[in-house]
């Protein structure tokens, strides 16, 4: 019996093929310098802006995450 699953897109596959080359731990690096950022920024007394930085740690790690399940996983 055939199932019919909807396949990845050439844009998709195109995509995972160059995320799956950058090693993990750069994700993790991006997320801890964010951080570090935003708490020097803070102790500048740039309070706003150490907010926003602070906030890219979040979608730094998972991007790390839709990296590691790329390339354990792959596509399709």
Same mark, same amino acid.
């Given at each position: @019996?055939? !199932?019919?699953?909807?396949?990845?897109? %050439?844009?998709?596959? #195109?995509?995972? $093929?160059? &995320?799956? $080359?950058?090693?993990?731990?750069v994700?993790? !690096? #991006?997320?801890? #310098?964010? @951080? #570090?950022?935003?708490? &020097?920024? %803070?102790?500048?007394?740039?309070? *706003? &802006?150490?907010?926003? =930085?602070?906030?890219?740690?979040?979608?730094?790690?998972? @991007?790390?995450?839709?990296? $590691?399940? =790329? %390339?354990t996983?792959? *596509?399709?």
């Amino acid at each position: @019996m055939a !199932t019919n699953t909807p396949s990845e897109g %050439k844009f998709t596959i #195109a995509i995972e $093929k160059q &995320t799956s $080359k950058i090693p993990s731990g750069v994700y993790l !690096t #991006a997320a801890l #310098a964010s @951080m #570090a950022a935003s708490l &020097t920024l %803070k102790c500048f007394g740039q309070r *706003h &802006t150490a907010l926003f =930085v602070g906030q890219w740690a979040a979608p730094f790690l998972i @991007m790390g995450l839709y990296n $590691k399940i =790329v %390339k354990t996983e792959g *596509h399709d």
